[in-house]
């Protein structure tokens, strides 16, 4: 158990819906990251966040947002789904001075149809 | 972060030390070399870090030469739930940029 925590694990929606993933980091992480993961494919960073702020942004499409929230939980937001949206998607903690040790979860399943 | 190369692919027999190099020519003074492990369908999880000479935890050694422009993850003794993929990853260790992976080398142990 790493200590990060996503919800759900899996969903199921169809084609122009919206969907929000949720992220509790590793207790006292000010960091979080998401990333994307489909079938064959390599993990694609999309976004992070420090302390409330967005820190660096990657491969996130314009239909994708996040936030991260005083209590240090983050959202992603998927909007317009396209069926290429479906994937893993993996939220990672990590703490100050400690970039590149990073903790994931177990990840969401998501399923556009 | 610099570029890194690792073998694709990668086959062992159980039981055996499985040594996986990766190459980082461009490596930068303040950069930490790290080493993550992925199972099918889970997060990446982090095995080793170092930055020079030879690390080792209860998992895995990391041996990085003294120009560090390459590091070797050493496996003692694999076995079938060795089988995943594993990541090289070199970068500075203060979380402003983040770990960008690459495509990794699919260790396969056969039995």
């Known amino acids: 158990d790493s200590g990060v925590t996503q919800t759900p694990k899996h969903l199921i929606t169809a084609t122009g819906q919206r969907v929000t993933l949720r992220c509790s980091p590793r207790s006292g992480d000010l960091s979080v990251y998401w990333y994307q993961q489909s079938l064959d494919q390599g993990l694609q960073f999309l976004i992070q966040?420090?302390?409330?702020?967005?820190?660096a942004k990657g491969n996130i499409l314009e239909r994708f947002s996040a936030q991260q929230f005083p209590d240090l939980h983050s959202e992603l937001n998927l909007s317009s789904l396209e069926l290429g949206d479906s994937a893993l998607y993996f939220c990672?903690?990590?703490?100050?001075?400690?970039?590149?040790?990073?903790?994931f979860g177990e990840g969401s399943w998501l399923t556009v149809v | 972060l610099a570029k890194t190369t690792q073998p694709i692919s990668m086959d062992s027999y159980e039981g055996q030390e499985v040594n996986i190099t990766c190459s980082h020519n461009n490596i930068a003074t303040n950069d930490y070399i790290t080493w993550y492990q992925q199972f099918p369908s889970q997060g990446p999880r982090f095995i080793i870090q170092?930055?020079?000479t030879k690390v080792t935890n209860e998992v895995a050694s990391l041996f990085i030469p003294a120009d560090r422009k390459s590091s070797t993850l050493s496996l003692p003794r694999v076995s079938l739930s060795d089988t995943a993929v594993y990541y090289c990853?070199?970068?500075?260790?203060?979380?402003?940029?983040?770990?960008?992976f690459g495509k990794g080398t699919r260790l396969s142990v056969i039995a």
């Open positions: 170092g930055y020079k």
């Open positions: 990853l070199v970068g500075e260790n203060s979380g402003n940029t983040p770990l960008v």
């Open positions: 966040y420090y302390n409330g702020e967005e820190r």
């Open positions: 990672a903690s990590s703490s100050a001075g400690s970039g590149n040790t990073i903790y």
